[in-house]
Structures are given as structure tokens and as C-alpha cells.
């Protein structure tokens, strides 16, 4: 029989299950912290402007 991964041990299981979460969550956070930051302070551009269009009348064409 060829050794594989399906019938390792338990605990090699739940190393190589803890070693594939460590560097998915270091991805993560690697990429949200190299993603371009908004420069005009405003994250939120379409929700500020419905706020402030909120109950006015919608124009017509």
C-alpha cells in the first residue's frame, strides 16, 4: 500500500489542518493590509450620498 495523507495519524492530520489555517488567515491579513486605502476619508461614498438624498423628491428626466 502507498502511504498517503488519507491514512496519516490524527494528530499529523490536525498539524497539517492548523499549518493550512496559519497560512490562510496570514494571507488574509497580508492582502487586507496592502489593499489601496481610500484617500478622501469617506469609505462609505454611495451610503453618504442616499443619506443625503434621502426624502427628497427623485428628479425627473
Known amino acids: 500500500m502507498v502511504p498517503s495523507f488519507h491514512n496519516a495519524d490524527k ?3 490536525r ?3 492548523v499549518v ?3 497560512f490562510c488567515l496570514a494571507f488574509a ?3 487586507f493590509s496592502l489593499r489601496p ?3 478622501s476619508g469617506q469609505a462609505l461614498v454611495k451610503a453618504d450620498r442616499l ?3 434621502a426624502g427628497e423628491p427623485q428628479r425627473a428626466n
Open 37 to 39: 486605502q481610500a484617500e
Open 51 to 53: 443619506v443625503r438624498t
Open 11 to 13: 494528530p499529523t492530520h
Open 20 to 22: 493550512g489555517l496559519l
Open 15 to 17: 498539524r497539517v489542518m
Open 29 to 31: 491579513v497580508i492582502s
